[in-house]
């Protein structure tokens, strides 16, 4: 079965300054995608990122950058210039390419950010 | 678009009282699949369909039922609601392999 894994329960960085939130991952799969979520205080559910496994470059959008490393099954999420916005909690995803799987979820990183 | 709805966004129920989760979707999305949230548990599914007429269970399916009549929406039965059945419900909608939409949510109290 597929298991992610998020080892750091909380996080915190300083306004402006880069963190990075690691994920790690188990499949016997070569092809899938890997997602990152926010989750404010709200409750809604919002996609930051995703990572086609068989591409190899990074994703990119904004300030948000991933390290997709798959022979390490390791898929890290970079905040850059962090702001007190991004003060959420972060949900690692992952999900077969093939058909209509479940999207398998860490248990997610609470961030904060400090002024 | 509409996107993902749930209703309600907010419920106390008694023990052993029944209700049902509403969900729907405008996207003609086949995947549909319900998830609980519950404090350093990250999300749980309970049940998901692939499509009109087909449903499967999750990880934690018991004690709720669901069915898939239309494309558009995906309503979660809860049969006798317990005490552990407090929680934060998501249901939420795709195409097949892609990302998932997500609802708002529904906070569920049962006392």
Not at chain 1, 29 to 49: A, G, H, N
Request: hydrophobic share 30%; proline share 4%; glycine share 6%.
């Amino acid at each position: 079965a597929q298991t992610v894994t998020q080892s750091q329960p909380e996080m915190s960085v300083q306004e402006a300054e880069t963190v990075t939130l690691s994920c790690t991952y188990d499949t016997s799969e070569s092809d899938y995608y890997l997602f990152w979520y926010k989750q404010p205080p709200s409750r809604q559910m919002i996609l930051v990122i995703r990572q086609e496994a068989y591409k190899q470059q990074n994703a990119t959008e904004n300030r948000f950058s991933v390290n997709f490393q798959k022979a390490a099954k390791s898929f890290s999420l970079k905040i850059s210039d962090s702001q007190l916005g991004d003060a959420a909690m972060y949900f690692c995803a992952y999900r077969i390419s093939r058909g209509n799987t479940p999207l398998v979820f860490g248990k997610g990183t609470r961030l904060s950010v400090i002024a | 678009n509409a996107g993902v709805t749930q209703t309600p966004k907010f419920q106390v129920l008694k023990t052993g009282q029944s209700m049902t989760l509403q969900c729907a979707q405008d996207m003609n999305h086949e995947y549909m699949s319900w998830y609980r949230q519950d404090p350093g548990m990250g999300l749980r599914l309970i049940h998901y369909s692939v499509g009109a007429g087909i449903t499967d269970q999750g990880e934690v399916p018991n004690g709720y039922n669901v069915s898939r009549s239309t494309t558009e929406d995906f309503p979660l039965r809860l049969l006798s609601a317990a005490p552990s059945q407090t929680s934060v419900y998501f249901c939420a909608s795709s195409r097949t392999g892609s990302e998932q939409y997500f609802g708002p949510g529904t906070r569920l109290t049962v006392t």
